[in-house]
């Protein structure tokens, strides 16, 4: 019944967090840790609110029951002891992710897509493919395959943004940065440009197509791969 | 004996005010009072926040549903990017200011800031910068690249018209009232207390406000020199962020933000001040932790400094650094939770009792925890790559602002209204605009977190209805209608209470601290006779200690040839030092702001042929304000009263003004330190480096042109130490090194940096030789003045204050100049094409 319940609540959260934007919505790793982090801190700072909330009405409402404890426990208690354990936890939790999902990990060779910020519109280059013409505001990555974005601009400064994949880079004129995406399953995500960079902000949008690799090299207009 | 004592009284009220006091009618302009300019900055804070507010409105109209057809993107853009500034530069820090103004005088027991006139002058840069600002926007022509202006896009291709000049023109003439005020408040606390107010007894706002006045200090000078170097790239082509010429986009990140993140903690600081002030008088208690908070908010203002990065998680830094970044981030956590817990402990070992502020200190816990806590959720860096620049950050922003620093400071206009009316409020209204507000802001932007992580980014003017972000931004909008209410049904509240809330003389709330020990509102003096403290000031007894005040018993408690008479102390110990005469009503800061407008709108206007003409017209009437200052004798020590004497400040070491340069100088080496650190990070970030046309410069040149630097400045500095004994061959020695040193550095800039729109090398080379030759030229003006100071008698041996003032500035200019210009050969071999990269 409470597991039923539970799974209830939990697809109407869900149905809540859904969107093609929806960093809540995640459609691979990158973005599901970052989610599950989310709602373990968003758990985690429920308590710590309730807490200071409580603890507010408490000394508001029956001061002398806060007498328990020394002013010296009050302020090293609540300003120390409390918040340093929980930092620190959340910090080397944090570095760790944050660690797992840097570009540079992983077993196999990714696909490598120059993402070129125009105002306003995005051109993706094939970098593996040097015969594919570019793509505009579409860019098409093979599922469940590392995939490194390296995001750049000759104008002025965007941000590339495909949430249900992972966190966002700045294209930045006269740098290159580097963003991992890898979608574990076929499908079309909705991408956004997060920086603002005039008045053709709003409009920035681009999809996603994540193939299965024969749709992927069809997409691309390359012909049936070759086996080694 | 009582009835005599009054009469004592009334007639020492009436000499004080005939001499402090205002004149009527346009004389106001001339008003140089804390109290009189701390109320004008707190009204026309509040007015720039009421057209902040409806911008707001604007904008939540806008968002209400999607695909709206309310403003294009154009308007748009201008209101969210004027939202933002006027919010951060014409209310918060303004008002903070404001309140500071107004207060500290009256929290340490002096008649007045050190610097009256200074005051005066920094309203009107505000005033006049502000109404630039708002022309601008009236106009249609505002600032529209948002409120941290992001280059490129706020450079001259990609914003070609005048909106990103008016905000750089425009809040660097308003940061230059910001300065000012850091300046004279940092002075006014460390030396205008009452006798016996040690350091360590100072009521805790003092503490608060001195570090968040050190912070401004070295906070603003990033950003002005960001905006110079900007403005400096629009109007005449130097690269400094354009990276097709050796610059870097991110170079102005850095600076905005190495003055951004601080910025934060300069709003918060204040505010936790009010706190910490409200929160012991609501408990009935001293603050508990005293100590401990003083080295929270110190911590805190360290902390501040390195945090900046975080708002650049995105543009691509190494992981290490970035955790770095992020531990720092989270690691304010701390000082905010032990001042958090000071408070909860001061009202549990207190009798707390509810009333209006009180209700805004629970909104301020409330809503303040929240945005703390989500700050820590964006300071974690993965969750930072999904969050940032989306509608998360809008939210949380504003409940650290709104909860940090709004909040409380409703707490302190409930507190200290019935101190500046003399009126007690009307309680019913209050409370209703209380919950209208509270209720309002979280059904705003509780919400607006959920509305950024199904990925609604900041700064759209439009989104589509497949996003199904139409219902959470109705529910903000609405929110946001609720809490304008709110805050329209505070200002009602504010207006019946001074015009009909009851009279009520003294102390209210039943304060232990000084700014109640007058008569309310206060008198123009503040204080009749200046306090001796004997304990911290937060446990004194308004209500004996202000009769025994008014009836002249304390020091100065008379009136010396309609002087205006203050007292100094010792920084740390609090002992009488120096008797301080203060300067009086003057429309002088008003000419000089004028002057100062004058520059700021021939730069806008584009008319640089009068940009030098303005900058001597602002030199010019500031010589014009010492003509008050200083003495053509001798005078020794004075009796104070209290059987005490002391020195006038024209004639003791540590004089108010000395400090003054003291600290403008440490400013200005942080405005240095900035540009150099620009060159440096250019020349390892920046893509076009090395340099292929490098400037040249002679080496023998160079050195010739530091040692006459340093020539002028050790001569200089030399003459203060023969005041009395004809320091005048030595000045005018060091002003013709100056000059001529001027002179070299001119021939330098022009000649020897060719290739300065070309690129970013030889810019940052030309930016550093104009910022020495500037030194030099208003070294040889302070070498000058100094001749003509002591010719029409004001130098002596005990009056050489004009002269040491004088020397750090030669110190200065000569360590400035020489390091400069051996930087300039540094950044040259390390920076140019055949060099030593």
Redesign the interface.
């Known amino acids: 019944m409470f597991r039923q319940g539970g799974t209830f609540l939990g697809a109407l959260a869900l149905a809540?967090?859904?969107?093609?934007?929806?960093?809540?919505d995640p459609a691979g790793p990158a973005?599901r840790?970052?989610a599950r982090?989310?709602w373990a801190?968003l758990a985690g700072?429920a308590l710590?609110?309730l807490l200071?909330?409580g603890?507010?009405a408490?000394?508001?409402l029956r001061?002398?029951?806060?007498?328990r404890w020394s002013?010296r426990a009050?302020?090293v208690?609540?300003?120390?002891l409390?918040?340093?354990p929980v930092?620190f936890v959340?910090?080397l939790f944090?570095?760790g992710?944050?660690?797992r999902?840097?570009p540079w990990r992983g077993e196999h060779n990714p696909v490598r897509i120059e993402a070129r910020a125009h105002?306003w519109f995005w051109e993706f280059h094939y970098l593996d493919y040097p015969d594919v013409e570019p793509t505009v505001d579409v860019l098409h990555i093979p599922a469940n395959y590392d995939v490194d974005v390296i995001a750049t601009s000759d104008?002025?400064?965007h941000?590339f943004?495909v949430?249900r994949l992972?966190?966002?880079?700045?294209a930045?004129?006269?740098?290159?940065?580097?963003v991992r995406l890898y979608a574990d399953r076929a499908g079309s995500f909705?991408g956004?440009?997060?920086?603002?960079?005039?008045?053709?902000?709003?409009g920035m949008t681009f999809r996603v197509e994540a193939h299965t690799p024969a749709a992927f090299r069809a997409a691309l207009g390359l012909g049936e791969e070759e086996t080694e | 004996m009582n009835g005599e004592r009054n009469e004592t009284a009334l007639a020492l009220h009436r000499k004080l005010s005939e001499i402090w006091g205002t004149p009527p009618g346009l004389g106001r302009l001339s008003a140089v009072n804390h109290t009189a300019i701390g109320l004008r900055f707190i009204v026309t804070s509040g007015i720039f926040f009421a057209i902040g507010g409806l911008l707001a409105m604007l904008i939540r109209a806008q968002l209400a549903t999607s695909a709206s057809p309310f403003m294009d993107?154009?308007l748009y853009?201008q209101v969210f990017t004027m939202h933002g500034t006027i919010m951060m530069f014409l209310f918060a820090i303004p008002l903070i200011e404001g309140f500071a103004i107004y207060l500290l005088p009256k929290l340490l027991g002096a008649r007045d800031l050190a610097f009256p006139r200074l005051t005066a002058f920094g309203y009107w840069c505000y005033l006049f910068g502000g109404l630039m600002l708002l022309g601008a926007l009236a106009a249609g022509v505002a600032p529209d690249?948002?409120w941290f202006m992001?280059t490129?896009?706020s450079s001259s291709v990609?914003s070609p018209g005048i909106n990103s000049d008016v905000w750089l023109l425009g809040v660097t003439f308003v940061e230059i009232s910001a300065v000012c005020a850091a300046v004279e408040i940092t002075v006014s606390i460390l030396k205008l207390r009452a006798p016996g107010m040690s350091l360590a007894r100072m009521p805790i706002f003092a503490w608060y406000m001195l570090v968040v006045a050190g912070m401004m200090l070295f906070a603003f000078p990033p950003l002005i020199l960001g905006s110079i170097l900007l403005e400096v790239e629009r109007a005449f082509g130097l690269p400094f962020f354009d990276?097709?010429r050796g610059g870097?986009?991110?170079l102005w990140q850095h600076l905005f933000w190495l003055f951004g993140h601080p910025e934060v903690y300069i709003i918060f600081l204040p505010a936790a001040g009010v706190l910490s002030t409200l929160i012991p008088v609501f408990a009935g208690r001293p603050l508990?932790?005293y100590g401990?908070v003083v080295a929270?908010i110190i911590a805190m203002a360290f902390l501040s400094f390195g945090l900046w990065v975080h708002h650049m998680y995105?543009?691509?830094i190494s992981?290490l650094a970035?955790?770095f970044f992020?531990?720092a981030s989270?690691?304010v956590?701390?000082?905010t939770?032990?001042?958090?817990?000071?408070w909860?402990?001061t009202?549990?070992?207190?009798?707390?009792r509810?009333s209006v502020p009180m209700l805004y200190v629970?909104g301020f816990?409330?809503v303040f925890?929240?945005g703390g806590?989500?700050g820590?959720?964006l300071a974690?860096?993965?969750?930072?790559?999904?969050?940032?620049?989306?509608h998360f950050v809008v939210a949380h922003l504003h409940y650290v602002l709104i909860g940090g620093f709004v909040f409380p400071m409703l707490a302190a206009a409930y507190y200290w209204m019935p101190h500046m009316t003399g009126r007690f409020p009307v309680q019913h209204l209050s409370r209703a605009a209380f919950w209208l507000i509270f209720i309002g802001f979280n059904v705003t932007f509780l919400v607006m977190h959920?509305t950024g992580?199904?990925?609604?980014?900041?700064?759209?003017?439009?989104?589509a209805a497949?996003?199904?972000w139409d219902t959470l931004n109705l529910v903000s909008s609405i929110g946001g209608f609720v809490m304008t209410f709110g805050f329209a049904l505070v200002l009602l509240d504010f207006v019946l209470q001074y015009r009909y809330g009851r009279a009520f003389p003294r102390n209210p709330w039943k304060a232990a601290t000084l700014e109640w020990a007058m008569p309310l509102p206060p008198p123009v003096y503040n204080f009749a006779s200046l306090p001796s403290i004997d304990r911290r000031a937060d446990r004194i007894a308004p209500r004996e200690t202000g009769a025994h005040l008014a009836a002249g018993r304390g020091y100065l408690g008379f009136v010396r040839n309609g002087q205006m008479e203050t007292l100094g102390v010792s920084i740390t110990s609090g002992r009488l030092e120096q008797l301080i005469v203060l300067p009086n009503n003057s429309f002088l800061p008003l000419w000089t702001a004028l002057a100062t407008a004058s520059f700021f709108i021939a730069m806008l206007a584009k008319l640089y042929w009068a940009v030098p003409i303005a900058m001597l017209l602002v030199l010019f009437f500031f010589l014009g304000w010492t003509r008050v200052t200083g003495s053509r004798a001798d005078c020794g020590a004075l009796s104070v009263g209290e059987d005490e004497d002391a020195v006038p400040h024209a004639e003791c070491s540590g004089a108010p003004s000395w400090w003054a340069m003291v600290f403008t100088l440490a400013s200005n080496a942080t405005l240095y330190a900035s540009l150099l650190f620009g060159g440096l990070f250019l020349w390892t970030s920046?893509?076009?480096w090395p340099a292929q046309e490098p400037p040249g410069m002679s080496l023998a040149f160079s050195a010739l042109t530091a040692g006459m630097i340093a020539a002028g400045g050790a001569l200089g500095a030399a003459a203060a130490r023969r005041a009395g004994r004809a320091p005048r061959t030595f000045l005018l020695a060091s002003a013709a090194a100056h000059l001529t040193a001027t002179l070299l550095l001119g021939w330098m800039a022009l000649n020897g940096v060719p290739d300065r729109t070309g690129h970013a090398l030889s810019a940052v080379c030309f930016a550093i030789l104009c910022y020495a030759g500037f030194h030099t030229a208003l070294a040889a003006v302070f070498a000058l003045y100094g001749v003509w100071r002591d010719a029409t008698g004001f130098i002596s041996q005990r009056r050489d204050l004009d002269l040491r003032i004088g020397r750090l500035w030669h110190l200065y200019t000569a360590v400035a100049g020489v390091l400069g210009v051996a930087f300039i050969h540094l950044l040259i071999a390390m920076g140019s094409a055949g060099g030593a990269s």
């Open positions: 809540g967090c859904s969107g093609d934007l929806s960093a809540l973005a840790d970052i982090l989310w801190m700072s710590l609110f200071v909330m603890l507010f408490l000394v508001m001061p002398e029951a806060g007498r002013p009050w302020i208690g609540g300003g120390i409390m918040p340093v930092l959340l910090l944090a570095f992710q944050g660690e999902h840097l105002m104008n002025v400064i941000g943004w949430p992972g966190g966002k880079v700045d930045t004129p006269g740098h290159e940065t580097l909705g956004i440009c997060a920086e603002y960079c005039g008045t053709g902000h709003a | 993107e154009g853009s690249a948002g992001y490129p896009l990609h990276p097709e870097d986009p991110l508990i932790g401990a929270a995105m543009v691509g992981h970035m955790a992020s531990a989270a690691l956590a701390v000082p939770a032990i001042q958090i817990f000071s909860l402990a009202l549990t070992y207190g009798r707390p509810f629970f816990f409330f925890v929240i806590l989500t820590v959720m974690m860096m993965p969750f930072d790559k999904q969050a940032h620049d989306t959920l992580l199904l990925g609604m980014p900041r700064r759209v003017h439009t989104y497949e996003a199904g920046a893509p076009g």
